[in-house]
């Protein structure tokens, strides 16, 4: 039989996650793929948001626990929010979009040799084009307390300078925004 996407040497097994139920990181990785394989119609609304996630662990892309650890209304109000709105009228929206780049050393390395070069890689969790340039966001699961999000959105900020540095030379376009979305509360921050 074929297995589903999560299955493999590195899974969490089944038996465990029953018992104890998903790890942080599980969960946030199952938000992450909801993100990303939601139809876009049915994004905005908290019932049609936990009819996708069923559909994804009817299709083996999630858990069951993976499933119930999904947090239906946080999503949606992602989707619903101005940003969201944004991404989901965008031509050109790309989620969880993995990229490889070459960038000068020197920029992370001061005492880096001139002309040496970096591979960097990463995943940009959604990336848009709007009419004078793109939107890089990255989705953070993490709990913030109210009133915390520029200060937990800063420690992030060297992961968005590069993801807008990678999608500009990638995509030829300048970064307007970059913005840490933090479900939890619900807030997104511009760094």
């Known amino acids: 039989g074929t297995s589903a996407p999560w299955e493999g040497a590195f899974a969490r097994p ?5 018992q104890r139920g998903v790890t942080p990181a599980q ?10 394989q939601i139809d876009l119609d049915e994004a905005v609304e908290t019932k049609r948001v936990k009819q996708e996630v069923q559909r994804l662990v009817d299709g083996g892309w999630l858990t069951p626990a993976q499933g119930k650890a999904v947090n239906a209304a946080q999503i949606a109000a992602f989707w619903a929010s101005d940003w969201g709105w944004q991404a989901r009228m965008a031509s050109d929206l790309r989620r969880e979009f993995k990229f490889s780049t070459l960038m000068p050393a020197s920029r992370y390395h001061p005492d880096a040799p001139e002309g040496e070069t970096m591979l960097l890689q990463g995943v ?5 084009t709007g009419g004078d340039g793109l939107t890089v966001i990255d989705f953070k699961t993490d709990s913030v307390k109210p009133g915390q999000e ?10 968005l ?13 300048p970064v307007k925004e970059k913005i840490v979305f933090f479900l939890k509360p619900g807030v997104g921050v511009p760094v």
């Open 14 to 18: 089944r038996f465990e996650q029953a």
């Open 27 to 36: 969960r946030g990785s199952a938000m992450h793929c909801v993100m990303e």
């Open 124 to 128: 940009v969790d959604c990336c848009f």
């Open 150 to 159: 520029a200060k937990a959105a800063a420690r992030h900020k060297l992961q």
């Open 161 to 173: 300078d590069i993801y807008g540095m990678s999608a500009e030379k990638i995509f030829r376009l």
